[in-house]
């Protein structure tokens, strides 16, 4: 396995795609750099001024990414009868459970969990996607 690079920009905290971060499955790819786009996003957005608004627009996005993209990853575990199956589910209804956390929160008004959403976004991204869903896939 190729060893992951995290391009990430250090003035922005963007992140940069890298084709090391590359599950194989380009659909799945794909959902990943939309993935990446949103987070970017949240970071630009968390940098700025920001309504209440801006920021469940991007967490509707990341709820419509995680039931795409983890069901669309389930199913080509459960073609291949991964041993990995039943860890993903579990990882993927943890995202789904705190995505649905956050949204209630900042549907209350309460704003301070956008940083703690972006902590756990970043972690999603080093840990989830370029390590248990490249052990998992590649
Ligand atoms: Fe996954």
């Known amino acids: 396995m190729a060893e992951e690079t995290v391009s990430q920009d250090q003035s922005t ?7 090391s971060w590359s599950v194989g ?3 799945l790819d794909k959902q990943n ?3 990446m786009v949103t987070i970017n996003h949240l970071h630009q957005v968390y940098a700025d001024k920001y ?7 991007i967490i509707h996005q990341l709820y419509s990414y ?6 669309a990853e389930e199913n080509i575990l459960r073609g291949r009868k991964s041993e990995f199956l039943e860890f993903q589910e579990i ?4 995202f789904l459970d705190y995505i649905i956390e956050v949204e209630q929160k900042v549907s209350q ?14 972690t999603w991204w080093n840990e989830h996607i ?3 869903d490249r052990d998992s896939l590649l």
Request: proline residues 2%.
């Open 33 to 35: 750099k939309e993935l």
């Open 13 to 19: 905290n963007k992140l940069v795609w890298t084709d």
């Open 130 to 132: 370029l390590k248990i």
């Open 109 to 122: 008004g309460n704003l301070e969990v956008v940083s703690e959403l972006l902590d756990f976004l970043n």
């Open 51 to 57: 309504e209440k608004e801006d920021i469940l627009t």
């Open 25 to 27: 499955i380009p659909i």
């Open 91 to 94: 990882h993927h209804a943890i």
């Open 66 to 71: 995680c039931t795409t993209h983890t069901s």
